[in-house]
Nanobody
Framework: QVQLVESGGGLVQVGGSLRLSCKAS????????MGWFRQAPGKERDFVAT????????YYTDSVKGRFTISRDNAKNTVYLQMNSLKPEDTAVYYC????????????????WGQGTQVTVSS
């Protein structure tokens, strides 16, 4: 079965950096576009970034452009999210997911989700 395991979250001060990882198993990882989403307390799960199968194409939500970078290593079945210049509003649980069909920024376009990793940015 498909499994996604996120790691790398934690507590960081404003302006700091974190690198999230998501290791996939049970699927041909290199065939799939992957995405990162986040969910803050009491809010909906929102799109953050996506990367196509070979890493040549990426797309970000406006609020993280220039600060976050999505990348992947198909040899390691892993997708990453490098987060720099973190802000309090970046505080959320971050999830990776496998894109199945449809617009890549849409939640319903994804199937198979990890358990999430908590990112807390303190001021």
């Amino acid at each position: 079965q498909v499994q996604l395991v996120e790691s790398g979250g934690g507590l960081v001060q404003v302006g700091g950096s974190l690198r999230l990882s998501c290791k996939a198993s049970g699927l041909t990882f290199s065939s799939y576009t992957m995405g990162w989403f986040r969910q803050a307390p009491g809010k909906e799960r929102d799109f953050v970034a996506t990367i196509n199968w070979n890493g040549a194409s990426t797309y970000y939500t406006d609020s993280v452009k220039g600060r976050f970078t999505i990348s992947r290593d198909n040899a390691k079945n892993t997708v990453y999210l490098q987060m720099n210049s973190l802000k309090p509003e970046d505080t959320a649980v971050y999830y990776c997911a496998v894109h199945i069909a449809g617009p890549p920024q849409r939640l319903s376009s994804y199937d198979y989700w990890g358990q999430g990793t908590q990112v807390t940015v303190s001021s």
